[in-house]
Structures are given as structure tokens and as C-alpha cells.
T-cell receptor, first 120, second 112 residues
């Protein structure tokens, strides 16, 4: 089946520094990738939609200059949290939608395992 | 995208069948219904997807009435490892954006 990986799985950084999170589709090409954020005991909140070769589309309330998204290839999207603050501490999850049919349905999105970011 | 409503939590015991119902009164003609499972500190995992009537796979069944304003995820003979949050999503997954909007989900607790 389609696999999406994220790296790192967890990261601790100091306030004011930047952190990059990678999302890779391992065995399929993803024309579109999505980034979500999840706070403890809450649901996933969509942050942005990333299309290969074009600028990401951010959801209302998400600062595009703070959360930089790059989707340079059909298998890699990166999220950079710039000038991180403690309130950015969260679980960041990416998902990828396959190009064409994969597996049993062309309408599935495949989620990565998530990255736990802690800003001290 | 259609909004969904699910019970916040459900309790069950091992071996029982669990049915989680989701309401989506504003579902559009092109919308699919998809269910995901999420364990703590993990990404959601696809369970099942359907458009109408009944869909069954190796882990669950999805029942969708004719008006499609609701759907029921059925988990046969649950085990402790089925304790998780279950999300019902409605949308056009293969559309121009296909972004998924997650509701609050249903926290299923399976007891021995």
C-alpha cells in the first residue's frame, strides 16, 4: 500500500529557532500534499494544501510567512516553522493524495505518522 | 464541504459489534464518505470509503441510506486494539483540492 513518511518523528527546539519537517511519499507520486496540526485531545486542523511546483494554499488564520511550505517534487513536501514559539508546540501531520489510481481507490489520502514538535 | 456530526465517545467490550453513526445533512451529490482511525500520536489511517448503500472490507462495513444524510461505520467483534478515535469525513476526495476537514471524531473505548 501507499506509504507516507515524516522526518523527524519528534523534535525539540528553542524558542526563536526554525524547524523543518519533511513529508515523503515513498512508493507513489503525490501531486497534492496537505499539512495538518493537532493539539492534545483535539482534532486535526488543516493548515495548508501544497501542490507540486506551485505555491501552497493556506487556510484562514494560518500565517504563511511563519509556516513555509515547499513542494519541490512529486514525492517531497517540507514544512518549516520559522521563529518557533512555545505555542507552536503541536503534532504536525502531513497527508498525500496519489496521482492516478493507487490501491483500491483513487480518492484516498495517505497520512504520515506525524511529527511531535516541542518548543522550549 | 459538508459538516459532520458524530458522538463524542462510545464505550464497548471486547467481542461486541460497534456501530458509529455520522450525520451529514448537507452532503453534496459528488461527495464521498470516508472513515479514518487514529491512535494517539499517530497519523490517521484509512478504514473505509463509500458513496451509497453498503461497502464492506476486511476490517469494517459502511452503511449509507438512500438519502445519504448519514452513515454508519460498523466494526465487528472489536478488540482492545480498536480503542481509538474514529473520524467521519465527507467530501470530494479526488476533486481539485480534495482537502479533508476533520470534525471532532468519536473516541471509542473498548474494555476487556
Amino acid at each position: 500500500g501507499a506509504v507516507v513518511s515524516q522526518h523527524p518523528s519528534w523534535v525539540i527546539c528553542k524558542s526563536g529557532t526554525s524547524v523543518k519537517i519533511e513529508c515523503r511519499s515513498l512508493d507513489f507520486q503525490a501531486t497534492t500534499m496537505f499539512w495538518y496540526r493537532q493539539f492534545p485531545k483535539q482534532s486535526l486542523m488543516l493548515m495548508a494544501t501544497s501542490n507540486e511546483g506551485s505555491k501552497a494554499t493556506y487556510e484562514q488564520g494560518v500565517e504563511k510567512d511563519k509556516f513555509l511550505i515547499n513542494h519541490a517534487s512529486l514525492t517531497l513536501s517540507t514544512l518549516t516553522v520559522t521563529s518557533a514559539h512555545p505555542e507552536d508546540s503541536s503534532f504536525y501531520i502531513c497527508s498525500a493524495r496519489a496521482q492516478g489510481d493507487i490501491g483500491t481507490s483513487s480518492y484516498e489520502q495517505y497520512f504520515g505518522p506525524g511529527t511531535r514538535l516541542t518548543v522550549t | 464541504l459538508a459538516k459532520t456530526t458524530q458522538p463524542i465517545s462510545m464505550d464497548s467490550y471486547e467481542g461486541q459489534e460497534v456501530n458509529i453513526t455520522c450525520s451529514h445533512n448537507n452532503i453534496a451529490t459528488n461527495d464521498y464518505i470516508t472513515w479514518y482511525q487514529q491512535f494517539p500520536s499517530q497519523g490517521p489511517r484509512f478504514i473505509i470509503q463509500g458513496y451509497k448503500t453498503k461497502v464492506t472490507n476486511e476490517v469494517a462495513s459502511l452503511f449509507i441510506p438512500a438519502d445519504r444524510k448519514s452513515s454508519t461505520l460498523s466494526l465487528p467483534r472489536v478488540s482492545l486494539s480498536d480503542t481509538a478515535v474514529y473520524y467521519c469525513l465527507v467530501g470530494v476526495m479526488g476533486g481539485s483540492q480534495g482537502n479533508l476537514i476533520f470534525g471532532k471524531g468519536t473516541k471509542l473505548s473498548v474494555k476487556p
